[in-house]
């Protein structure tokens, strides 16, 4: 079993739905959990940044971390075109980060 | 502008040849790393330096040699040795404190032709 597991997709949605990408994990020592984008062709870009179990808002995103079910949860409100891309979470003990596969998301107008 | 520069974007190489992606931050990073990305597999970690001159594995470390002779520069060799080396190769750094997020270069395409 893979430490962290994410759903490739794709998620298709229409413009201005909510949008929920999940990732689980298997390692309890992880306690730094991010989310990045990645645009095709490009490197990712840090979105998200949560230490231990909660939520964090920024905008329109909120990540939210339940160590005890060893899941990570990204809500997109109003999703945009501009949004439409792939999503990695990442997650680490201390150091190097493990990677998901990334979810990758469509926002149709 | 601080940032990592990737270069060249897009590298070719015929089979049995060595080459060398460049990898430069001028973040006043201590942490360096090199990830290979490949369709289906999402970022695999080659190596990693946290200081100058010190560099561990990653999980696939096999046919990849690296270097820190600098703070700025993390340059990753593809050897011969790599039998399948076609992907998409990141370059990140980060600061030394634990849980740092990673700042990433923009890649390099490499091919085998």
């Known amino acids: 079993q893979k430490e962290v597991e994410q759903d490739p997709g794709p998620l298709s949605v229409p413009e201005g739905a909510i949008v929920s990408l999940n990732c689980t994990y298997s390692n309890s020592a992880f306690q730094y959990f991010m989310w990045y984008r990645q645009y095709s062709r490009k490197g990712p870009e840090l979105l998200m940044y949560?230490?231990?179990?909660g939520n964090k808002e920024d905008g329109r995103f909120t990540a939210q971390v339940d160590k005890s079910s060893k899941y990570i949860s990204l809500f997109i409100r109003d999703s945009q075109p501009s949004d439409s891309a792939t999503y990695l979470c990442a997650m680490t003990p201390g150091y190097a980060l493990n990677f998901g596969k990334g979810t990758s998301l469509l926002v149709t107008p | 502008d601080g940032g990592i520069t990737q270069s060249p974007k897009y590298l070719f190489r015929k089979e049995g040849q060595n080459v060398t992606l460049s990898c430069e931050q001028n973040l006043n990073h201590d942490a360096m790393y090199w990830y290979r990305q490949d369709p289906g597999q999402g970022l695999r970690l080659i190596y990693y330096s946290q200081i100058v001159n010190d560099f561990q594995k990653g999980d696939i470390a096999e046919g990849y040699s690296v270097s820190r002779e600098k703070k700025e520069s993390f340059p990753l060799t593809v050897t011969s040795a790599q039998k399948n080396p076609t992907a998409f190769y990141l370059c990140?750094?980060?600061?030394?404190?634990?849980?740092?997020?990673?700042?990433f270069g923009s890649g390099t395409r490499l091919t085998v032709v």
């Open positions: 949560t230490y231990s179990s």
């Open positions: 990140a750094s980060s600061t030394s404190g634990q849980g740092s997020g990673y700042t």
